[in-house]
Structures are given as structure tokens and as C-alpha cells.
């Protein structure tokens, strides 16, 4: 069971750092009315886990310069993608009969359970109606991106290390 719970951490914080590089890639893409309408939509101007970790922070009475309140909306990100990755890999198991589209689907779960549920149900980001499709668009697939990712992942270190 350890091992599986490393492999799930280590894979969902690959997946995140993938996630991360295509949704910035995106960025560097995308029409200038959906930025700002996106933009516009964020709650306190940040993105969901900058603004879940100023809750973090403000709960905890910390006052941190902005580029230390950076870091800790990161942590949280990559938190949000080791956490998860810990209980995929613990059930993933049980998936076989998906076969390549077990990665994908849990991206997609992630997608809709994370981003259009619970981060706007926690006052972190605004309801699904505020954004543009492009935001929905590039969220998906960077969420298809990242459950990928971590199925490979574990898969590639249950080759290296066999759960004993």
C-alpha cells in the first residue's frame, strides 16, 4: 500500500507540471477577450489555487510577500494533483478493463468533480457560467493531460518497482 501511495504522489505531481506547461502554452494562445473576460471572473483576481492558498494563508494570520503567496497557491496546485494521484493510484487497479482510457477518465472526473464543482462550491473560483469556453476548453484538456500523465506514470514505476 506505501508504495502505491509514493507512486500516486510522484505521478500527480508529474501530471500537474504537464498540465501546467500545456495550459501555458495555451495561454500564450489564446484570444485576448477570453483572458479578460477569465480574468474578470476570478475571484480576488487570482487563479483558483493562489486563491485557496491566500484563504490558507489569511486563515492561518500569515502575511507573505506576493512571491511567497505565489509559492504557496503552487503548493496548493500540486497538492491538488498529489492527493488525488494517491487515491487514483490506490483504486486504479481495479480499472483494468478501461485499459487506455482509465487515464483520461480520471482526468476528465477531475476536470468536472474539481474545477466545475467543488473549487466554485468553495468560493475559490466563480461559477462555470462566468468563463469563457476557452477557459473550460483548456481546462479539460489539460485535466485529459494530467490524468494521463499520472496513469503513465504509475504504470512506468510499477515496472521499476513492483508493489511486493
Not at 75 to 85: C, E, I, L, N
Amino acid at each position: 500500500m506505501w508504495a502505491a501511495l509514493i507512486k500516486g504522489a510522484i505521478a500527480g505531481a508529474v501530471g500537474v507540471w504537464l498540465m501546467d506547461r500545456f495550459t501555458w502554452h495555451w495561454y500564450g494562445h489564446e484570444d485576448t477577450g477570453a483572458l479578460v473576460q477569465e480574468r474578470v471572473a476570478q475571484k480576488g483576481g487570482r487563479y483558483a489555487p493562489n486563491a485557496a492558498g491566500k484563504h490558507l494563508t489569511d486563515a492561518l494570520n500569515l502575511a507573505l510577500p506576493q512571491k511567497r503567496q505565489y509559492t504557496v497557491g503552487r503548493s496548493v496546485h500540486y497538492f491538488m494533483g498529489m492527493a488525488p494521484g494517491v487515491l487514483y493510484a490506490l483504486g486504479r487497479y481495479r480499472m483494468e478493463g478501461l485499459g487506455c482510457l482509465r487515464g483520461p477518465l480520471y482526468g476528465f472526473g477531475l476536470f468536472i468533480v474539481f474545477d466545475e464543482v467543488i473549487v466554485p462550491a468553495l468560493g475559490y473560483a466563480s461559477g462555470p457560467f462566468a468563463y469563457p469556453w476557452q477557459a473550460h476548453a483548456r481546462g479539460f484538456f489539460a485535466h485529459l493531460i494530467l490524468g494521463t500523465a499520472t496513469d503513465t506514470v504509475i504504470g512506468l514505476l510499477d515496472e521499476v518497482l513492483p508493489n511486493s
